[in-house]
């Protein structure tokens, strides 16, 4: 997986979700800055892209995605690969800072976990967690058109919460068990 | 804890893609810090966030964002401890009332109950409410959505009995009269998206005073 100075754009959009994991917890574990180079280039422009869908202008689009992109790298003690992948950690930053941009308002999230080396992930856990996620994106992609296009506005801030569907259709039973199972584990070497 | 009731998909769902007011925000992060079942289930439609935000048309940075950012990062603070809360008062609640639940400066509604409400931005109100032991608070009925999150002992209404943890989803079709059960006093977390509908008319005369 060399980059080349021309092609390294193709090259780099083939790693699979575990992959980019593996690419924070370098940056975690070493502040490794080629990892967080290599995470910029495939993340960032996509970071910016969701965030012109979701109506902020070119120019406040790129300043946030930068912050997203340095609050992942202060942030990345917390990024816990058995209950979320890369891109759908990165997601829920990236949503974070669209709230206190456009919205100009403070987002509050729940407690952080008791965390400890004790508690280090499960590698195997996180691989199969990385899975789940690439499937559930290919049944993302493959849901009816009128199904899709709901998610996506409520995604892209299109609709008012409370036009939001109840039925989303969305297969999200194997994914949720899964990272169920990895919190348990976490209380349990917590306890 | 046992909780018995929990999120709404609906609730999941907004508060993944932020959609939700400040005020139901806050409901769903006190009782997400209280309950894995709903975390997993609010970590299942955040993979779905994740895989549309890396689906998404990318558009290019400029050229010298990659290095600005590594510059940003030479300078970079250490990363606050984790928060921590405790049972009936979770860290995100802690960052709107601070460390102590008996410091709230309380406001009385009335036949010993009280309310504080907290400052949220605009589409919902958060309050924090105090119902003695025993005590009923007044028949109401909701315009909006009405969410109930007890921090602490337990009421019953005419639906079910709601303890610690629990979340009551109210909506236009709810009419009910939540009473404080027996033993400890009742302390909940609410949010509403619009005014609450009150039958008795004291209540009602009172209601533009407390801003509920």
Redesign the interface.
Known sequence: MVATETGQTTCRDALAQEEWGALILRVRDTQDRDAFAALFRHFAPRIKGFLMKSGATATLAEECAQDVMATLWQKAHLFDPSRASAATWIFTIARNRRIDALRKSRRPEPEDLPWGPEAEPDQQEALELAQETERLSEAVALLPEKQRELIERAYFGDLSHSEIATETGLPLGTIKSRIRLALDRLRHSMS | MTIRHHL???LL??Y???????A???V???H??LC??C???L????????????????????DD??A???A??EG??A?PP????TKTL???LM??VGHDLAAVKWRSLGMGVRQAVLR??KGASARLLYIPAGQKVPDHGHR??ELTLVLQGAFRDETDRFGPGDVEIANEELSHQPIAEAGEDCICLAAT?APLRFSGLLPRIAQPFFGI
């Open positions: 709404s998909d609906q769902l907004g993944s893609s932020g959609q939700l007011p400040e139901f925000n806050l769903v992060a006190v997400l810090s894995d079942d975390k997993a289930r970590g299942a439609f955040d993979a779905v966030g994740g895989s549309l935000m890396d689906a998404c048309d990318s558009v290019a940075m400029s964002s990659l600005a950012t590594l940003r990062l970079a603070v990363p984790p928060r921590r809360g979770p860290a995100p960052d709107y949220t931005d909006g959505t998206d």
